[in-house]
């Protein structure tokens, strides 16, 4: 039977505010808003490709929460399951985003105390969501926010995996959350139910002590636990305007790792969402083309160097655009302009 979704993703909304490019947040006068979060971007950046796409996650019932859900269908993804919170008290998390510039480096400021996505539980949601999909997304960041959505993201994986979909987990580790003790303690708890694992190197290493090189790493996850992929973006950060990308993949049943030639130099607009963006990409390849890890990997890096050119957490680019950046990139096609 055909579920109704590819992918559903569980995580807190976000409302980003943003001095222009030039400014500081300690002297500009005007913010640009606008929607992200880790795993919205991960949705929208999948159902821009082509997955049929929708966001679990609890909002205000207010105006803010009616641009939240505007943003949203925009971008194609599903607010069935976006859960109302009527409180006067209820609001909707906060972070404000200066950009860098050499030699100063960007930088986050967060309002996202509680919030109403930090107080979901299973009452928020009907039991037929389990069901419902191919494919359950969720990262650290949620299971850090708070105990009820660490025991919601558990449950819930645990459901989702009952129901024959498959877990896709990004560990996304972030300091100002959790330590790395605390991150490896609790996601440790869901791996024997993963998939799918996004980790980068570095977050291997300092989350959960892993030593050797890149390849040793990723394949001691799946030696560890039963994963069956493991991918990890691998990024050089030349100055705040200039990165290369790339990643590398391994999956266990063929025991075969997956690499291309980065993304070389550049220039950023804006890094926010671009991991996410390079998930985005993976899972849409193996979703839509029968777990082909080459396919994937070169559909979430051009995904996400592609969303290092657009503002906000939000990707914009659809299939076509990234697919003939993929020629470019691999050299089967160039061009100075799209016309």
């Known amino acids: 039977m055909t579920k ?88 909707l998390g906060i972070y404000y985003y200066e950009y860098g510039s050499s030699p ?22 009907p039991e037929s969501v389990y069901s419902s999909a191919r494919c359950f997304h969720t990262s650290g960041i949620t299971l850090a926010l708070s105990e009820d959505c660490r025991a919601l993201s558990i449950e819930m994986i645990r459901r989702f995996k009952e129901q024959g979909a498959l877990i896709s987990f990004d560990v996304n580790y972030r300091s100002n959350l959790w330590s790395g003790e605390e991150a490896r303690y609790w996601i440790e708890q869901i791996l024997p139910l993963v998939d799918i694992f996004f980790c980068s190197e570095d977050t291997a290493r ?25 991918a990890a973006s691998q990024r050089i950060v030349h100055s705040p305007k200039c990165h290369s990308f790339g990643s590398l ?21 804006d890094r926010i969402g671009t991991g996410d963006a390079f998930v985005a990409g993976t899972l849409y390849g193996l979703l839509a083309h029968s777990m082909d890890c080459q396919y994937a990997q070169r559909i979430g890096n ?26 470019e990139h691999t050299g089967s096609a160039s061009g100075e302009m799209v016309r």
Do not use: C, W
Not at 14 to 19: A, F, G, I, V
Not at 308 to 327: C, K, M, N, Q, W
């Open 4 to 91: 109704p979704y590819d992918l559903l993703t569980l995580g807190e909304i976000l409302l980003r505010l943003s001095p222009s490019p030039e400014e500081r947040l300690s002297s500009g006068d005007f913010f640009r808003k606008s929607v992200g979060g880790a795993e919205l971007n991960v949705a929208a950046g999948a159902s821009l490709l082509g997955l049929r796409t929708g966001i679990l996650s609890k909002i205000p019932d207010n105006a803010l929460g009616e641009y939240v859900q505007n943003q949203i269908q925009l971008r194609g993804v599903d607010t069935r399951y976006l859960a109302l919170d009527p409180l006067r008290s209820a609001r």
């Open 249 to 269: 993949l391994y999956q266990a049943s063929t025991d075969t790792f997956y690499q291309e030639n980065p993304y070389e130099k550049i220039e950023v607009l």
């Open 206 to 230: 300092l989350t959960f002590h892993k030593e050797g090189d890149a390849r040793e790493i990723l394949k001691s996850f799946t030696e560890d636990y039963p994963i069956s992929i493991v």
């Open 302 to 327: 051009a995904a996400s160097a592609l969303k290092h050119s657009v503002p906000g957490d939000l990707p914009i680019s659809r299939l076509r655009e990234v697919e003939t950046l993929i020629a």
């Open 104 to 125: 100063r480096k960007p930088q986050v400021v967060y309002d996202r105390l509680h919030t109403s996505a930090r107080s979901m539980t299973l009452s928020d949601f």
